[in-house]
């Protein structure tokens, strides 16, 4: 382990990723789509290269997911090799901890924390939300 940016401890767990403890409960992860290392973490966000998940990707359709609770994006169809397994670590993570998960881009990694951005995988939302 060692201090990265702002104090916070930073460790690559030998699964494809980094994590980031960004303050004592929010753990970011960038390319990871496990939960076990942040199950203490008050927020869950995995960082990609697209604004947030999205319904209907790569069709005239497409359109972001705002909001959504685990059951309801258990019933939609993601990519196994791209945002699947993200979209499966959210819902974990969400349905064991209660807590929220969130998926966005990095550049967005303030506005995803704030609850602004990406988006957020909720036991406590309904359905879900799109832009």
Do not use: H, N
Not at 49 to 76: E, Y
């Amino acid at each position: 382990m060692r201090r990265g940016l702002k104090g916070a401890i930073t460790d690559v767990f030998g699964l494809g990723g980094l994590v980031l403890m960004l303050a004592p409960q929010v753990a970011v992860a960038y390319r990871r789509d496990t939960t076990r290392p942040v199950l203490g973490a008050d927020l869950f966000v995995m960082l990609t290269d697209v604004p947030a998940v999205c319904a209907g990707w790569g069709t005239l359709q497409q359109r972001s997911i705002r909001k959504a609770s685990p059951p309801a994006l258990a019933k939609m169809s993601f990519a196994a090799g791209s945002m699947g397994p993200k979209v499966d670590a959210a819902c974990r993570f969400a349905t064991r901890t209660g807590k929220t998960a969130a998926i966005g881009s990095l550049a967005e990694l303030g506005r995803i924390v704030a609850g602004d951005a990406g988006t957020t995988v909720s036991t406590q939302a309904t359905g879900i939300t799109r832009e």
